[in-house]
């Protein structure tokens, strides 16, 4: 699947057996050499990151064990003290493995032992590799357990050791390393959560595959080139040529959300914002919306109720995209406005919030609107989405994604550090995230008004999904740098847009 430029490829393990295979056999790159920069590169991050004093290198059968016995004989060269420790008896290594066995000089392999790693300032995982999936068996489980007990700095090689380097589940043990030296190019289960939260730092190692390797990736990290995508305001535009966002949602207790929905739009540069609000509630949005205009509809001590519908459905004729569901709370009046709009309403329709709430268990209905559809879930509603339990969703957030991308014919924005953005043909990209001052209520909100402008400015809804994705990150970065991570709500968030998409691009 060819991925536009402003993604960085993300191969998963089946991609990168065929990028080692044309290496090796189109190109007549020798395996061994492969897995000389491979370790090489380990050894480079272990003496430029880790302290001094005992490294501690353990080894699977494998070519992953094979990197570790290069990378040992590097930190050797260089005056480290290494002990290398096999979960195999030697005679059980092959190949370009077995090979790089008999390279090592010095004291030889030891079998692990939990005490082995007693005293060890560093150790380096190099027990399973890319092509990892499922719940370690014994011995690495043990030996995973007793790494993550030792305290020491851990670098793992390509991968951390249970993690599953194509989706970044996790079913059992797994390595925590500070850092992982990945080699050709980084994996997605280094960027995705439950793995990104145990690789660490990411290093990508060139280790020699030569310029035209194939590129099978359907996944792909959001670069900042994505927010090139989004045209400038020029000399003659207008509000109206900005592109017009349409906000539905609000209910008492909870006007916060549509606010901030349309404040962000209006920030991300949509030339026109309009709140459809309770009619009840309206003073509350007048008195607090100075660029965006309200209009109220019907409703019932202060939830929309059924009727709204046709009112919202007259309004968004003269939008470019909608946002439904900020606020909107989850009466049955409002839940019967959100179904009968989405159902209905012919422009780009984002839902959020308990607009998503709305379609818990129903996410086919969503695949018969004819204009495009995106969802901007958290882990918990993708799971009322799809009729699942939210641990089931964070266990495998991208399989979950793609699913229900597939299963509404939408974007899907599954929310987190590692929002992950999934379109119903498979192709999925993921934020690089680094943000951890969009941990805090109403930044979603944001989110949703950032994609609506995009939206509103003509971009398709996978570009948009994740230009918005990317500037809301940004956003967060630079509003933490002002105040603090711990200090920033979301109100931070929207007033930072701008520094962030002239920083993010």
Not at 45 to 63: D, H, I, M, Q, W
Not at 97 to 118: C, E, I, K, M, V
Not at 389 to 406: G, I, Y
Request: charged fraction near 20%; charge should be negative; aromatic fraction near 2%.
């Amino acid at each position: 699947m060819t991925l536009p430029d402003w993604l960085v490829p993300l191969p998963d393990a089946d991609a990168m057996r065929a990028v080692d295979r044309w290496a090796i056999e189109q190109r007549q790159v020798p395996s061994l050499d492969l897995m000389e920069r491979a370790g090489f590169g380990i050894a480079s991050l272990v003496a430029e990151s880790a302290p001094g004093g005992r490294t501690a290198v353990v080894c699977g059968k494998g070519n992953n064990g094979g990197d570790g016995l290069v990378a040992a004989r590097f930190l050797r060269d260089e005056g480290r003290e290494v002990d290398v420790l096999l979960l195999s008896d030697a005679d059980e290594l092959q190949g370009d493995a077995a090979a790089n066995l008999g390279r090592l000089a010095g004291a030889a392999p030891r079998p692990f032992s939990a005490g082995a790693l007693d005293g060890a300032s560093t150790v380096i995982d190099a027990m399973l590799g890319t092509g990892f999936s499922g719940a370690p068996r014994e011995p690495v489980a043990g030996a995973i357990e007793a790494i993550n007990a030792g305290g020491a700095r851990v670098v793992a090689a390509d991968v951390p050791s249970g993690v599953d380097a194509s989706t970044g589940a996790v079913e059992g043990e797994a390595v925590r390393a500070a850092a992982t030296a990945t080699f050709h190019a980084a994996k997605p289960g280094l960027w995705i959560a439950p793995g990104k939260e145990l690789a660490g730092d990411v290093r990508v190692i060139d280790i020699g595959v030569p310029p035209g390797a194939p590129e099978e990736a359907d996944i792909g990290l959001i670069g900042p080139a994505v927010l090139g995508l989004v045209p400038p305001r020029r000399s003659g535009s207008t509000k109206f040529t900005e592109g017009a966002v349409l906000v539905v949602g609000g209910s008492r207790g909870l006007t916060g959300a549509p606010i901030l929905a349309s404040e962000a739009a209006t920030r991300a540069g949509a030339g026109y914002v309009t709140a459809c609000v309770p009619a009840s509630l309206n003073l509350v949005f007048e008195l607090r919306m100075l660029e965006a205009m309200t209009v109220p509809v019907a409703d019932e001590d202060g939830s929309l109720q059924a009727g709204a519908a046709g009112e919202v459905l007259g309004r968004a004729e003269r939008v470019q995209a909608v946002v439904l569901g900020p606020g909107i709370g989850r009466e049955d009046g409002a839940v019967a406005c959100v179904r009968e709009v989405a159902e209905r309403v012919p422009r780009p329709l984002l839902l959020d919030a308990d607009g998503l709430n709305a379609h818990a268990g129903r996410l086919e209905a969503l695949a018969r609107r004819e204009s495009p559809t995106v969802l901007t879930p958290h882990a918990g509603e993708l799971a009322r989405l799809l009729g699942i339990e939210s641990a089931a969703v964070e266990a495998q957030r991208l399989s979950h994604a793609r699913d229900a991308a597939s299963t509404s014919g939408a974007v899907v924005v599954l929310k987190g550090d590692d929002t992950i953005v999934a379109e119903p043909g498979g192709r999925a990209a993921v934020s690089p995230g680094g943000s951890p001052a969009l941990a805090t209520a109403g930044t979603g909100d944001v989110l949703s008004g950032v994609i609506a402008a995009m939206l509103a400015k003509g971009l398709e809804p996978f570009p948009a999904a994740c230009a918005g994705v990317r500037l809301h990150c940004r956003a967060g970065q630079v509003a933490a740098e002002r105040l603090g991570a711990g200090a920033v709500i979301a109100r931070d968030v929207v007033d930072a847009l701008p520094a962030g998409r002239a920083a993010g691009s």
